[in-house]
């Protein structure tokens, strides 16, 4: 027997037409170096219009890849709404690969046209004649001197009439392509369709999640070329949640300015940003973070002593999310069950999350044996659900999956309720005497630290403990913290053998294109003899 319910497919460009019209006046926000500038929900669809517009008579068609290399900012929210929604497929660039791996992306994607921000230009230059198959280069931006032949985003949008170009397409068709950072071998591509993006940007909205609504305005920190900005951008079309576009000013000082001149309601961003936010706000009683109910933290582990920070000076809670560029990204996010005591919260929101409705989730042992969700068996998160990919695009990667699972190589335990806790990524474990150390554990605990601003934690060869733990530390300003001191600071909190006698003082800890500490290249700077470590007896 089958339902009575009408078929109709999930497509973006619904989600378009519904924030045009239910949420019209709801603005966007994009920080320049003059000024905040703003647009309205109804301007930007219109906007978007006139880019598919402009698309359209340039040549692109159904499945074809458009690629944007572009800060967060208005015009990249309208080829967010325009590409997918004519039936193309949007390709966000990351600003911050090596000229190989964005050349390679560009090429393995088969861009055809690329939009880019001014400032970027110059990136591009660099490996314009290795992308051939690139037809035409859109810039958004005053440019003085073009180094190839571009045309202006601008120009393009005002030339051409909105019109409704929004095909019908399959819920299923390719919406949006995003790659993977590439930290071991190549970048991977992951597609993801119009349906997968509507459930996803509905699971957003949920009182268990971010819970985005037309009472919000979301500081939009995450870069918009990575995970698709966790789906933000579509979500606050469905939703109605204004948004604060920073581009490149990603410092904490110009951050705390937007907060208090905006006044943002939510803020999305990876945990290394916070940490300078924090930093930034120091000592200063001008500091006003009281319009935001809620920071979300995700990419990397959320120590507890900023979460608590945040909670004792500012009076501001901070929520962990967890996903992957393969899983949309939003699999959990870490609300405190109903009935939690206050003093108790705190002990979920260190956790990665509570997955979400639509994801399934199990943990396994090293030979694929499924484990208890019993909160203490310690083994590798699988998942599978509508908004969690099944392969890559153009590659076999069959080590990844298994029986229909995505093998997501974090390791960590999952209690009764749903609860994740990720004690470390399997590559980043340190096995010490045939023990395991979570590096993320160390680094959280080493975090907490006043004079300590930043750790990262690397497994260094040992001939009697086979691996031991390298503690690489940056202090914040004027402290003279030692390694003995912190070693002190640590021995109460973790296994006495899981204190590390290797240290390294630097000035800042390399990260990777997307704002994580870089332990790959933590590696290569100890193999090559630049990290001066010191060793304790």
């Known amino acids: 027997m089958r339902s009575t319910m009408q078929d109709a497919p999930l497509l973006i460009r619904d989600i378009v037409r519904h924030g045009q019209w239910m949420y019209a006046d709801k603005q966007v926000f994009t920080a320049t170096p003059t ?15 006139r880019l598919a517009a402009a698309l359209t008579a340039l040549g692109v068609r159904r499945d074809d890849r458009v690629a944007t290399l572009m800060w967060n900012n208005q015009a990249h929210m309208e080829a967010y709404l325009a590409v997918p929604s004519m039936g193309a497929i949007l390709h966000t660039l990351n600003v911050r690969l090596f000229a190989d791996q964005l050349a390679y992306i560009i090429n393995h994607a088969e861009d055809r046209v690329i939009i880019v921000d001014a400032s970027l230009v110059p990136l591009l230059a660099r490996i314009k004649d290795r992308i051939p198959g690139v037809a035409h280069f859109i810039v958004n931006g005053p440019i003085d001197e073009a180094p190839f032949d571009v045309l202006d985003y601008q120009a393009l949008v005002s030339e051409n009439e909105p019109g409704d170009h929004w095909p019908d397409l399959e819920e299923t068709d390719a919406a949006v392509m995003c790659y993977t950072s590439g930290t071991t071998g190549d970048p991977k591509g992951v597609v993801y369709s119009h349906r997968s ?61 937007m907060m208090t001149q905006l006044r943002p309601t939510t803020a999305l961003g990876v945990p290394t940003i916070w940490n ?7 000592g200063r009683s001008d500091v006003d973070l009281s319009s935001l109910r809620m920071i979300l933290a995700g990419g990397a582990a959320v120590p507890r002593f900023m979460i608590e920070a945040f909670r004792e000076r500012h009076g501001v809670d901070v929520l962990q999310g967890w996903g992957m560029t393969e899983t949309s990204p939003l699999v959990a996010v870490s609300m405190p069950p109903a ?21 399934q989730i199990r943990i396994t042992d090293e030979d694929g044996a499924v484990l208890a969700a ?13 908004w ?54 160390l680094e959280a605990t080493v975090m907490g630290h006043d004079g300590v601003f930043e750790a990262a934690v690397i497994a260094v060869a040992d001939d009697r403990w086979q691996e031991r733990p390298l503690c690489v530390v940056v202090r914040t300003p004027d402290s003279t913290v030692s390694a003995e001191e912190l070693r002190a600071f640590i021995g109460p909190s973790v296994a006495k053998w899981w204190v590390p006698e290797h240290w390294s003082f630097v000035e800042a800890i390399p990260k990777t294109s997307v704002g994580k500490f870089d332990k790959r290249a933590l590696r290569r700077l100890l193999a090559e003899g630049q990290l001066e470590v010191e060793t304790l007896g």
């Open 35 to 49: 000024g905040v500038v703003q647009a309205s929900f109804a301007t930007v669809a219109e906007r978007a219009q």
């Open 374 to 386: 019993d909160g203490v068996a310690t083994g590798e998160f699988e998942l599978r659900g509508p």
């Open 197 to 257: 993006i509507w459930l996803h940007s509905l699971a957003s909205t949920s009182a268990n999640s971010i819970a985005l609504s037309d009472r919000d305005r979301c500081l939009l920190v995450v870069p918009m070329f990575h995970v698709a900005a966790w789906g933000a951008v579509y979500t606050a079309f469905m939703a109605g949640s204004e948004l604060i576009m920073p581009q490149m000013f990603l410092q904490g000082e110009p951050l705390l300015e």
């Open 276 to 282: 300078d936010v924090l930093r930034a706000a120091g």
């Open 388 to 441: 969690i990919t099944a392969s890559y695009f153009g590659v076999d990667a069959p080590e990844l999956f298994r029986d229909g699972w995505l093998r997501t190589g974090d390791i960590g335990t999952l209690d009764p309720h749903g609860f994740m806790v990720i004690t470390d990524r399997a590559k980043d474990m340190i096995k010490s005497g045939g023990e395991w150390i979570s590096s993320m554990e």
């Open 339 to 359: 009935g939690v005591s206050p003093e108790h919260e705190i002990d979920y929101r260190v956790k990665a999350g509570r997955v979400m409705a639509g994801v």
